[in-house]
């Protein structure tokens, strides 16, 4: 689903590349973990998957990239948007919307699907996440459990094939940190969707 070839990327001309020449593959339905230390390029992989770097974040892309067989190197982040999804590392802070159901349907709403269509996919995907009965919640009053959730929801509700996660777990207590791992091998399994 995603091959990475000869991919290099760096912040600034003089600066030493954060990434040199990767070679990755991820299949359809893996889920995958990158590690290291802080600093070590992590969070900058997955800005390449979906575009953020180098286009918001500056710097230097060489190499190719590839998803289900398509180049998709230097698009930007919108072109992606249908089939890359991104969960930011503090979720909460990327809420644009108010409740849980309008924070799902926002990015439907960007991409200009029909009122019908849009509520359809947003009860989809929210009983797909188990959290269909936070629908009309607000946002602020959630776990971060929930709010982990409602941004995967949000996500994946265009039909994204890939979902990338920048330390999904970091803000969460250990009870909730395994329910979003164990919902992210459901997604590959029952979905087929690709998450790193």
């Known amino acids: 689903m995603i091959r990475l070839e ?6 600034g001309r003089s600066d030493e590349p954060v990434l ?6 991820f299949a359809a339905g893996e889920l995958a973990l990158v590690c290291g230390p802080t600093g070590s390029g992590k969070s900058t992989l997955l800005k390449t998957i979906n575009g953020l770097c ?3 974040a500056g710097g230097e892309l060489t190499g190719e990239i590839l998803i289900d067989g398509e180049p998709v190197t230097g698009l930007m982040p919108h072109e992606l948007a249908h089939i890359v999804g991104f969960v930011n590392q503090q979720p909460d802070g990327s ?15 960007q991409l200009g699907v029909a009122s019908g269509e849009m509520h359809i996919r947003v009860e989809e995907i929210a009983t797909a996440l188990g959290i269909d009965h936070l629908l009309n919640s607000l946002l602020d009053e959630l776990s971060g459990g929930e709010q982990q959730r409602v941004a995967i929801a949000s996500a994946l509700v265009a039909g994204q094939r ?12 250990p009870a909730a940190a395994f329910e979003v791992l164990r919902l992210l091998k459901r997604l590959t399994r029952e979905r087929g969707i690709t998450v790193v």
Do not use: K, M, Q, W
């Not at 040199?20 to 593959?25: D, E, P, S, W």
């Not at 890939?162 to 207590?173: Q, R």
């Open 6 to 11: 000869n991919l290099s990327f760096g912040y």
């Open 20 to 25: 040199r020449r990767l070679r990755l593959r």
């Open 54 to 56: 180098p286009h918001f």
């Open 95 to 109: 809420f644009v919307a108010e409740t849980v159901a309008e924070e799902i349907a926002f990015g439907l709403e």
């Open 162 to 173: 890939v979902l990338v996660l920048d330390e999904p777990t970091s803000a969460l207590d």
